[in-house]
């Protein structure tokens, strides 16, 4: 049986997964980092990811430097789906044998500014090459431990919330992939990723059960559901969409609702909320969660979710 | 300008470091491990290893399981190199679409007798599909503070000492590459490589300056060297050899101190002791550190060393 046959990506992790023998990790593979004992007052958080050219980048269509951005805010963002914050960064990478010192310059200005931004240090690496260019980043955070935030904190009546507006990146992708001029401010959704790292104080005082948004809104909304045990109902006209990809997507002849809800790779957060805390909200109410295991899109049962490396 | 003409990997990590801002770094990209301040008594060690199809491992002679065996004892190494143990570990995968499940299971038998072996856990980890086999493994581990290693601490008259026989993973390889049947005690030096995790309580007493034979024996004295800003003789016929290796090489008209040298991946350790403690080594005195910056081997001034992915 191949890996295609076995059904995806998120079985492949359930299979792999093995219940950590040692007491200081918190949370390991399942959630978007991986938790650890740090100190009385912290968690320390792991993740990371590993960038395909061709499956995450595109040399077409993707400078030097905002693959270099695109790796680091795709990581951050984990971190910030957590609570917590960047520390340190871990880069490995895959070169061709034709690659230029200047591609190699500009990938690290990418990355250095993303250091920089967020105040954290790169402080390993391996160099090596193979026949595309492949990006492996580990991102080591800090959370406090009263600020950690958890997929599985979900509860029946709570609100969910996504922090920004979705579609962009998705919208850009298909921009590109149709090799349609112009509509760079889109473009940039694709290329230019920012994670919700800045936006967490707004965040973190009323979020119960939060994620990212790296697979598509229906996706993490799946896996809030799967763990927390519960079921949601959403609806599609209250998702915030970023500006003028309806008019993008209309030339396309795509939903722009689709763009957010199975697309991906927006990196906004997803997080639900008391609803006694609905004032103090920072974002858009796009459901609730509800008894059951359902996934309701106005009123009707999902069943199919976001984009899947091996779906 | 591209990356072969720039003049190899060793060059190319020099480019992109950066020094930390952060005080915590104690140590960032230039030594086996990065290191940072965890507790009062112990650091955090960091170290990222890619590893692709055909390059680092060929389908063509590595099981599944001995792929995961590689990939964590290269790395487990370079714990061992500063000193310390493996604690956590991440790991991302590139599948190609018809990998089979039998495959990655075989891969994570491996990965996992090694989390057995020295007691650790892989708390997270990434897939994604690529048209080659990647694999990128990071590991945190733990060393306490009057325990950690670095190339650095080399002092003129220092003895040099290898941990254990060397060459048997490229006389291995070799075998495979020329479709030599047979020799499978050698072909495993290459295959089922052992770090010196568990040798570390005889070596640690008495080791200053220390690092892995990843890259051949050459090259890593050169790094020492290089980071204490010192010299050393190096005398070949000294240089303990893997068992066999002799007569597998003579087949192949290769002299297998050359194995040793510029081979590389036998993930013993090399390590300078204080001529004082000359009764307390583990291993076998290769040479000694000298004034000035040259590597003397048998007395003539080396100038190519190990392997190099780029040059």
Redesign the interface.
Known sequence: ????E?GG?FQ??N??K?K???KN?IV??GDD??V?EY?EDSYHL???????E???FSLDYFSPYQIGIKVMESNTSDIAAMGGKP??S??????K??????F?DGV?NGI?EICERY??????????????I?I?L?L?GQVDKNKLKMRSDAEIGDLIVVSGPLGGSTAGLKLFLNNIDGFDNIKKYHTNPISEIKNLPKILPVAKAMEDVSDGLASEIRNICKMSKVGAKIFREKIPLNKGIKKSSSLLDDDPYDYALFGGEDFKLVYTVNKKDRHKIYGTVVGEIINGEKILLDGKELKNYGYD??S
């Open positions: 049986m191949n890996i295609k076995l990506e492949f992790i299979r792999i093995k950590s023998k040692n990790v390991d593979i980092c991986a650890t100190n792991y993740t990371t990811d590993m960038l395909v061709g499956d995450h520390v340190y871990l880069i490995s990478i895959s070169l044998e034709d690659t230029t010192v200047e190699i690290y250095n105040n954290f240090d790169l402080i390993g690496g391996d160099t090596t090459h193979g026949e595309k492949v492996s580990t080591i490396h091996f």
